[in-house]
């Protein structure tokens, strides 16, 4: 291994009397692409732990393992004191761990109300139809609690907005009694307007107390203004692991920086090039 790999740094398991999920040395293979080599993390009850990290770092594969859509190699995991090996996503969402992945799995032609209860609708009993009126109802009440504002809920979601769409589906989540909700890039492709709605809504979350958030974001802005905490993912491991206030833009932009000169220099020291001190674009925050 080329010597300025030595610099690397990879944080260790911590823990705390408040975790509700606990990761231990997770790595995660495809065939011979490695995803995940040593990641652990830790979220606290009721915390917002901002999750970062270069197109191709592991950081999705880290979601989707914690979800049940995938299996680790090898490490552990612990949801609420207990062992956490998740069979699959609905085991995962029946033990409280729930998410939204970036195709946000709403059906276009059906209603804000039917995609609310996607899966899980109300049903009359002992004949099996659909109970709409309870539905709506439960969906308006649901949406209000944490301060969506969506006029009607009986238009197809394919003519709302990508904020409010991106809102419908942390709303199903949350009112699905999720403890652990995990966001995929939940701003993605979205404007100022709507990703200040999106934020709002997290902030509601956090203030509530009800529900762990672990989010994937590129914008260092969003990260400081909505997490309470920041996990760095470089290379298939957690690099960085530090509260937000204690943290700042230019910080978290130069560690990712000289993660692409370290990069850089390995791959000129593996080709046998000289080594460049070319100082590499500031990612974009």
């Given at each position: 291994m080329p010597e300025a790999a030595a610099t690397e740094t990879i944080v260790a398991p911590k823990t705390d009397p408040a975790d509700v999920l606990r990761v231990e040395h997770v790595s995660k293979r495809f065939g011979p692409v490695t995803a995940l080599r040593d990641v652990s993390?830790?979220?606290?009850?009721?915390?917002?732990?901002?999750?970062?990290?270069?197109?191709?770092?592991?950081k999705s594969t880290l979601i989707k393992i914690l979800s049940g859509f995938h299996h680790a190699d090898a490490g552990t995991m612990w949801l609420k004191g207990e062992t956490y090996t998740p069979r699959n996503v609905q085991?995962?969402?029946?033990?409280?761990?729930?998410?939204?992945?970036?195709?946000?799995?709403?059906?276009?032609?059906?209603?804000?109300?039917?995609?609310?209860?996607?899966?899980?609708?109300?049903?009359?009993?002992?004949?099996?139809?659909?109970?709409?009126?309870?539905?709506?109802?439960?969906?308006?009440?649901?949406?209000?609690?944490?301060?969506?504002n969506i006029p009607r809920l009986d238009v197809p979601v394919a003519r709302l907005s990508g904020g409010q769409r991106q809102a419908i589906a942390v709303a199903r989540t949350v009112s699905g009694?999720?403890?652990?909700?995990?966001?995929?890039?939940?701003?993605?492709?979205?404007?100022?307007?709507?990703?200040?709605?999106?934020?709002?809504?997290?902030?509601?979350?956090?203030?509530?107390?009800?529900?762990?958030?672990?989010?994937?974001?590129?914008?260092?802005?969003?990260?400081?203004?909505?997490?309470?905490?920041?996990?760095?993912?470089?290379?298939?491991?957690?690099?960085?692991?530090?509260?937000?206030?204690?943290?700042?833009?230019?910080?978290?932009?130069?560690?990712?920086?000289?993660?692409?000169?370290?990069a850089r220099l390995e791959a000129n020291l593996r080709n046998g090039a000289p080594a460049s001190s070319d100082r590499p674009a500031t990612p974009a925050t």
């Open positions: 993390l830790h979220l606290r009850k009721g915390e917002v732990l901002g999750l970062l990290g270069d197109n191709g770092a592991g085991d995962a969402r029946s033990r409280g761990v729930d998410t939204v992945f970036q195709d946000l799995a709403l059906v276009d032609e059906l209603s804000v109300y039917h995609n609310l209860f996607l899966n899980r609708e109300r049903v009359y009993r002992p004949v099996p139809l659909l109970a709409n009126r309870a539905m709506r109802r439960q969906a308006r009440k649901a949406l209000d609690e944490i301060g969506i009694d999720a403890d652990v909700l995990l966001l995929d890039e939940p701003l993605a492709a979205m404007g100022a307007k709507e990703g200040a709605m999106i934020l709002e809504l997290i902030e509601r979350l956090k203030r509530e107390g009800r529900v762990s958030i672990i989010m994937i974001l590129h914008n260092y802005v969003h990260v400081l203004a909505a997490c309470d905490r920041v996990n760095l993912i470089q290379d298939g491991v957690i690099s960085l692991d530090k509260p937000t206030a204690e943290t700042s833009v230019e910080e978290l932009t130069e560690i990712v920086v000289e993660e692409y000169r370290r």
